[in-house]
């Protein structure tokens, strides 16, 4: 399959909104925050004309996420209390945009990502790069951390690392901010929101690339926040399959971070 589809968009970006949604994190928000820095910065340095925000949607926390946030200056916090991660996504967008004149939606960028997921230095940049070259969908690739051997290779087995994926993550998304809004947004599911969301827009012939330049690491827990669904409910299910560890098996070693291309 082809890493891009569909015909070439005019518009060049002016802003990025990074939607961050997120329930009693407090622990694995931090690095997730801490590489969208990274990332932001590297944007920066090359594109130092694209305006960056980063949303974060507090949605039904009650542990220290919010000081998580707070803290944060360049950080803007968002409550919900619907307990839908579809949702959260959604109210995140929504306050992203609010300020964003109809005619600057073209020029808008969506980066999702989530709290237990931490992004690459290129994350931003080789996303508005493609949206640039005409994409107005990207789809990225997401690799589990700690997983135990067996785990990991039967996870591995399932799981195209390449340009032309057929995966699609909330963790790695990322949609022109027009595109995004002519579809109805994210709909408000537990689960399967990324998935919806990008089968409507390519339905549109939207042109979209799925591509692994953007590869994040995601956490490999099993407990997630979303009963008996989500990528949590995935490594579940998966690791019900594996035979038993033995006495001396490690953790599955995540492919090398791609390189940050000069």
Do not use: K
Not at 71 to 85: E, I, T
Not at 245 to 255: A, S, T, V
């Amino acid at each position: 399959m082809s890493s891009r589809h569909g015909a070439s968009s005019a518009h060049a970006l002016r802003r990025v909104a990074v939607v961050v949604p997120a329930r009693d994190e407090e622990e694995l928000l931090p690095a997730c925050l801490d590489s969208v820095e990274v990332a932001r910065a590297a944007l920066a340095r090359r594109r130092p004309d694209v305006e960056v925000g980063v949303v974060v949607v507090l949605d039904r926390c009650t542990d220290g996420t919010a000081g998580v946030v707070a803290a944060r200056g360049n950080v803007r916090g968002v409550w919900s209390d619907s307990g839908v991660v579809g949702a959260a996504r959604a109210a995140g967008v929504a306050v992203a945009l609010a300020d964003v004149p109809e005619h600057v939606l073209p020029a808008t960028w969506i980066a999702c990502t989530d709290a237990d997921t931490t992004v690459p230095a290129q994350w931003l940049w080789r996303q508005v790069e493609l949206a640039d070259e005409g994409a107005d969908l990207v789809t990225g690739t997401v690799v589990p951390t700690d997983l135990p051997g067996g785990l990991f290779g039967r996870w591995r087995a399932r799981h195209v690392l390449g340009e032309g994926h057929p995966h699609v993550h909330g963790a790695n998304l990322g949609v022109r901010a027009d595109a995004y809004l002519a579809v109805g947004g994210f709909p408000a599911e537990p689960v399967h929101e990324d998935v919806l969301l990008v089968e409507a827009v390519r339905a549109t012939g939207r042109p979209w690339v799925a591509t692994d330049a953007t590869r994040v690491a995601t956490s490999a827990r099993r407990t997630g926040r979303v009963v008996g669904g989500g990528f949590a409910g995935y490594l579940r299910r998966l690791a019900a399959d594996v035979p038993a560890l033995q006495p001396g098996d490690r953790p599955g070693m995540e492919p090398a971070p791609l390189p940050e291309r000069g």
